[in-house]
């Protein structure tokens, strides 16, 4: 089951449109007062850390186009960090990548630059400013779009669950999720300066 869902999502990849945006997500895998008594996952998952707290499990490494379309994506144990993952799922991808600051890295900039694909991430407050274009500076504020993507998936293709009973069941649900969403035509997308009539946002 697993094998045939994978292969699916690579025929469900969006159109390289030149415009992404990257971020992750977390999928808890059980309630955090069970996070030291649940055996289903105690070898493959990890404790991490989201913004809305600690969790045990998995993230779910994410790009998407301005389509909302599913470009890349990898999942990963819950305590990865978003930085150390850009460079593997961006990888193929060129044009420009719009991320938050987790993604703020002299060396993946260059990186990814080296490789047709330009990085774009708000400033921490020690940083010095440098000037945007216009357009740019408006993608950039976009990245909610993906934001968007992810409220799509946990809320109407119920990505995230703590009822999982084995680890081979987590995996085919998360890929089904992703390829119900991939089938559906509920992705939030862009066009020109403002999100659609269609955006989660």
């Not at 909302?68 to 060129?94: C, F, Q, R």
Request: glycine fraction near 6%.
């Amino acid at each position: 089951m697993l094998l045939p869902l994978v292969v699916l999502m690579h025929y469900l990849k969006g159109e390289e449109a030149g415009i992404y945006y990257i971020d992750s997500t977390k999928l808890a895998i059980c309630h955090n007062k069970r996070t030291y008594s649940n055996r289903v996952f105690n070898r493959i998952s990890k404790i991490g850390k989201s913004s809305y707290g600690w969790f045990l499990g998995f993230k779910l490494h994410l790009i998407i186009n301005n389509k909302g379309e599913i470009m890349s994506v990898k999942i990963t144990k819950g305590n990865k960090s978003d930085l150390s993952m850009a460079s593997v799922i961006s990888k193929g991808l060129s044009g420009k990548l719009f991320g938050d600051k987790a993604y703020i890295s002299k060396k993946l900039f260059h990186q990814l630059l080296s490789n047709g694909l330009r990085l774009f991430t708000n400033l921490r407050k020690d940083m010095k400013t440098y000037l945007l274009d216009i357009e740019d500076k408006r993608l950039l504020n976009k990245r909610s779009l993906i934001e968007s993507v992810f409220n799509v998936l946990k809320k109407h293709m119920h990505l995230e669950h703590t009822r999982h009973r084995s680890p081979i069941n987590f995996f085919v649900h998360i890929i089904s999720s992703l390829a119900s969403y991939s089938i559906s035509k509920l992705n939030p997308y862009l066009i020109s300066s403002s999100f659609s009539s269609n955006s989660l946002s």
